[in-house]
T-cell receptor, first 113, second 110 residues
Framework: SQTIHQWPATLVQPVGSPLSLECTVE??????LYWYRQAAGRGLQLLFY??????ISSEVPQNLSASRPQDRQFILSSKKLLLSDSGFYLC????????????FGDGTRLSIL | GQQVMQIPQYQHVQEGEDFTTYCNSS?????IQWYKQRPGGHPVFLIQ?????EVKKQKRLTFQFGEAKKNSSLHITATQTTDVGTYFC??????????FGKGTKLSVKP
């Protein structure tokens, strides 16, 4: 069966510090991968998605970036965090066909001080 | 771009009452999916509807996809405290992507 791992679960960072969140998927190959952000009590904002190694599509321009160095690894990064980057970050995967269900990791709660 | 509108934003019910959340799109959707996010948790896929007019049931949950494939609903019969959470619909867009609604947050008073 497929599993998705996302870490860390909680992170507190000062403004201006860098960020690296990692997500890995097991049990499937060539998945579509996604990064979402969810503000408290709000909906899901798609940040990035990837259909293959090195292929990243950005949905929202901001100071975040994503990379996919391996087939089942997806990384969310920032060089300098802003207060507005606080939120709940979710990684998800789906099979590499259109409109497939997405399966989410447990998420990372990021607080910027 | 394509959008999926979901109403209501919040719903407070007494345990045992029914609950319904609605999704609407201005464009035809290839499919509709429903997810549940428990408080403090992550969204979990519930079901996918593909055919026009399709109705599916999961115990007390009934999911419908409109005839024009532009709207959908989730109905919960006789809510329980375990139903608490936020319910998201997600429509299949023309680019093969999923378009999430903003969710309906359900609270159930025992």
């Amino acid at each position: 069966s497929q599993t998705i791992h996302q870490w860390p679960a909680t992170l507190v960072q000062p403004v201006g510090s860098p960020l690296s969140l990692e997500c890995t998927v097991e049990g499937t190959s060539n998945p579509n991968l996604y990064w979402y952000r969810q503000a408290a009590g709000r909906g899901l904002q798609l940040l990035f998605y990837s259909v293959g190694i090195g292929q990243i599509s950005s949905e929202v321009p901001q100071n975040l970036s994503a990379s996919r160095p391996q087939d089942r690894q997806f990384i969310l990064s920032s060089k300098k965090l802003l207060l507005s980057d606080s939120g709940f970050y979710l990684c998800a995967w789906s099979r590499d066909r259109r409109n497939q269900p997405q399966h989410f990791g447990d998420g990372t709660r990021l607080s910027i001080l | 771009g394509q959008q999926v509108m979901q109403i209501p934003q919040y719903q407070h019910v007494q345990e045992g009452e029914d609950f319904t959340t609605y999704c609407n799109s201005s464009t035809t959707l290839s499919n509709i999916q429903w997810y549940k996010q428990r408080p403090g948790g992550h969204p979990v896929f519930l079901i996918q509807l593909v055919k026009s007019g399709e109705v599916k049931k999961q115990k007390r949950l009934t999911f419908q996809f409109g005839e024009a494939k532009k709207n959908s609903s989730l109905h919960i019969t006789a809510t329980q405290t375990t139903d608490v959470g936020t319910y998201f619909c997600a429509g299949g867009g023309s680019q093969g992507n999923l378009i999430f609604g903003k969710g309906t947050k359900l609270s159930v008073k025992p």
